[in-house]
């Protein structure tokens, strides 16, 4: 039969499922504290001293929403890092496909989608970074910039059926994938966002 | 009151030397007199903000014969914010303790 501590961990770690790292850690550290509460219980180390020491912990919900206001800075920070770093990985991407895929033609629309995708894609984080604050607006640069960069990697699926060389494959393919790996961030940011809203308007 | 000054209290309870989270919270009571006697797990959050913001360093240790448990110290960024929080926290209780009359108004 579980104690009262372990019940206390595990509903604290429930509460923190929005960020799985932080909750192994501040189970780990809460655990250790109210071990040691009950071990320095003047009345011995008895199931009610295990209830003392929970009682004044607090309630796991609020260092739950406390941390969900501190993680949800953090997330934001990780987003835009990432986003900043998928527009620099696609511009290098697109510059260099320019230079190994322009092949003079007038009717070549691979400069123009590169241009203006990494265009699109620019105003989309700047929008994003400036609106950091502000989830919405963060989440609409966010949404543009990676809509603007999908349609660039869809337009150029003609890469896969041309017979290009594998040098000039590899970084579109590696672009799309790194696509695909921002969006699944995106998604997983998105829930835990959820999740910590959940959390801010239960601790408030 | 005290939520707004959590992090600074926290960050002058860890001036004497690295201490794990319940040894921090037992210095703050005691150094408090027992005035504040706050939820103790509302500390664990406020050490993990310092820490993501480099104010604080953590490692775990295990004492001999011990439990295995998170220490944290100070930085040296975390020194200079202690030192700038004080200096915040003098120039405020001095001006409250000028308006409510048991001071002469600060600086004279």
Sequence with gaps: ?204 | MLKGHLDAIVLAALEAGPAHGYAIIETIRSRSGETFDLPEGTVYPALHRLEQAGLLSSAWTTPPGGRRRRVYSLTRAGGAALAQRRKAWDRFSHAVEALLGRKRAWPA
């Design chain 1, 1 to 204: 039969m579980a104690g009262v501590i372990d019940e206390y961990l595990a509903g604290l770690r429930r509460d923190l499922a929005f960020d799985p790292g932080l909750a192994d850690r501040l189970v780990a550290e809460v655990e250790d504290h109210l071990r040691e509460a009950v071990e320095a219980d003047p009345r011995g180390a008895t199931p009610d001293a295990e209830r003392r020491a929970v009682e004044r912990f607090g309630l796991a919900r609020e260092i739950a929403a406390q941390c969900a206001r501190d993680a949800i800075d953090r997330q934001a920070r990780r987003t835009w890092a990432t986003l900043a770093i998928a527009v620099v990985v696609t511009f290098v991407a697109m510059r260099l496909r320019v230079t190994w895929l322009d092949d003079g033609s007038p009717l070549s629309l691979a400069p123009l989608v590169d241009r203006y995708a990494f265009i699109a894609a620019l105003v989309g984080g700047l929008v994003a970074w400036f609106a950091r604050r502000q989830s919405a607006g963060a989440l609409l640069g966010c949404a543009l910039g990676l809509a603007a960069s999908i349609v660039a990697g869809v337009l150029r699926a003609d890469l896969f059926g041309s017979g290009a060389p594998p040098w000039v494959v590899l970084p579109a393919v590696a672009e799309i994938a790194m696509l695909v790996v921002l969006l699944a961030h995106l998604a997983g940011w998105l829930r835990r966002l959820k999740q910590t809203a959940a959390l801010r308007r239960a601790g408030t």
